[in-house]
């Protein structure tokens, strides 16, 4: 089993994953097949998504329930107007932090982005309930939507990050994924 998963699974996978027309950041041994993620552990004998252990080694199998679940989260509710209005407050928050940490008073700057995760997500409960990949999901159906306007009329803006560290991954409106850095909103005109 082991030297399957070190020597054969990855090819496999990364077939099974084009079968199922599912977007892949990164390479063996952790994958990011949006918002999951997934760790092979040779050492191990086994696979996890997102630190769940999976029974079943096959690669079509594995890539067939993360399209059942990522098909299982797009069809579900999602109030775009309320996700940009709490990512909006938040934003609120970070600047306000800014701007007491550093006496400069700037509006409308960028704000990195896993710092907003963290005023949405306190407490650790909170962050395994709703992970950074979920979070990156949920930016992604704003993009997908094309509704980038909170409700008080700012308009939400994405940009990278020199640090890839600081970045999530993020699929734009296209599917295609894209590295994340920083946030801003602000009023047009």
């Given at each position: 089993?082991?030297?399957?998963?070190?020597?054969e699974?990855?090819?496999?996978?990364?077939?099974?994953?084009?079968?199922?027309?599912?977007?892949?950041?990164?390479?063996?041994?952790?994958?990011?097949?949006?918002?999951?993620?997934?760790?092979?552990?040779?050492?191990?004998?086994?696979?996890?998504?997102?630190?769940?252990?999976?029974?079943?080694?096959?690669?079509?199998?594995?890539?067939?329930?993360?399209?059942?679940?990522?098909?299982?989260?797009?069809?579900?509710?999602?109030?775009?107007?309320?996700?940009?209005?709490?990512?909006?407050a938040?934003?609120?928050?970070?600047?306000?932090?800014?701007?007491?940490?550093?006496?400069?008073?700037?509006?409308?700057?960028?704000?990195?982005?896993?710092?907003?995760?963290?005023?949405?997500?306190?407490?650790p409960?909170?962050?395994?309930?709703?992970?950074?990949?979920?979070f990156?999901?949920?930016?992604?159906?704003?993009?997908?939507?094309?509704?980038?306007?909170?409700?008080?009329?700012?308009?939400?803006?994405?940009?990278?990050?020199?640090?890839?560290?600081?970045?999530?991954?993020?699929?734009?409106?296209?599917?295609?994924p894209?590295?994340?850095?920083?946030?801003?909103?602000?009023?047009?005109?």
């Amino acid at each position: 089993m082991q030297s399957y998963l070190q020597e054969e699974f990855h090819r496999g996978f990364m077939d099974a994953l084009a079968a199922e027309s599912l977007a892949v950041e990164a390479e063996y041994p952790v994958y990011e097949v949006l918002p999951y993620k997934v760790r092979v552990l040779p050492e191990k004998d086994m696979v996890t998504i997102d630190d769940r252990i999976c029974r079943n080694l096959r690669p079509g199998v594995l890539a067939g329930r993360l399209k059942k679940s990522i098909d299982r989260l797009n069809a579900a509710s999602f109030d775009i107007q309320r996700f940009l209005q709490s990512l909006a407050a938040a934003y609120d928050t970070e600047m306000a932090r800014q701007i007491a940490k550093t006496k400069i008073d700037a509006y409308e700057q960028e704000v990195l982005l896993k710092d907003v995760y963290n005023t949405l997500t306190p407490l650790p409960r909170q962050r395994r309930d709703y992970p950074a990949q979920l979070f990156a999901f949920d930016l992604h159906r704003v993009l997908k939507s094309g509704w980038m306007n909170a409700p008080d009329g700012r308009r939400l803006w994405l940009g990278n990050v020199r640090n890839n560290r600081q970045a999530l991954v993020v699929l734009d409106a296209q599917a295609q994924p894209q590295r994340f850095g920083v946030i801003k909103f602000y009023r047009e005109g």
